[in-house]
């Protein structure tokens, strides 16, 4: 019985101190010390939440820069898609996330690729197929990277500035403004935060 009560005891204490204690400690922790990392990094414009700038968002306006194939809308549904139809199924399927996962031979993954190119190339005219990164026609492992190359960046700088009027040195101004290095100086590749970039491109035009 001497062993039964210290087990009970020792479960006991764990359960308060890992299960109350140290959640709430680092929930404190969080909020004060990294509030806005904590609470998804959310970007407001105008007193208005836009976005974060850790998930990606589809923007085919031609006045703003294309983010990387994403999953963006990944729990975007409507209050009719909860409902069960006559089977009893609905189209919501939860939140998630993820790349597909498809191999390059995947008769699938060629279809939207190719789609994305010519999607791609229509709006970018003055471009060739053999120009446009990597970057623009995969997405990233998590499915919603916020984030393109600088490469990405500089072959769409054209068409925004035609698009906008603004000029090719300020929009490339933008660009830079929202690039980031490698992190630590040596994890990772510089990004451009798409999000970012666009927003203050609403901004100039009055968006």
């Known amino acids: 019985m001497k062993i039964l009560q210290k087990a009970i005891r020792l479960t006991?204490?764990?359960m308060i101190i890992c299960g109350i204690v140290y959640p709430l400690f680092i929930t404190g922790v969080?909020?004060?010390?990294?509030n806005k990392q904590a609470n998804g990094s959310i970007i407001t414009s105008n007193g208005k939440a836009v976005g974060s700038e850790l998930i990606g968002q589809n923007f085919t306006d031609p006045r703003f820069f294309r983010g990387r194939v994403s999953s963006v809308n990944y729990n975007t549904y409507t209050e009719a898609d909860t409902k069960p139809d006559k089977s009893g199924k609905t189209a919501y399927t939860g939140v998630g996330s993820g790349?597909?996962?498809?191999?390059?031979?995947n008769k699938a993954l060629k279809e939207r690729v190719q789609?994305?190119?010519d999607d791609f190339l229509k709006t970018h005219p003055d471009l060739k197929k053999e120009d446009i990164p990597t970057d623009l026609l995969t997405s990233s492992g998590s499915g919603l990277d916020p984030d393109i190359s600088p490469q990405a960046a500089e072959i769409q700088v054209s068409s925004v500035a035609?698009?906008?009027g603004i000029s090719e040195e300020n929009i490339r101004k933008i660009v830079k403004k929202y690039t980031k290095g490698d992190t630590f100086g040596s994890l990772g590749e510089p990004r451009v935060n798409v999000l970012k970039v666009n927003l203050e491109i609403a901004s100039i035009l009055g968006k």
Do not use: E
């Open 12 to 14: 006991i204490t764990l």
């Open 115 to 117: 789609k994305d190119i």
């Open 99 to 105: 790349s597909q996962n498809l191999a390059p031979s």
């Open 162 to 164: 035609k698009a906008t």
């Open 30 to 34: 969080g909020q004060v010390i990294f």
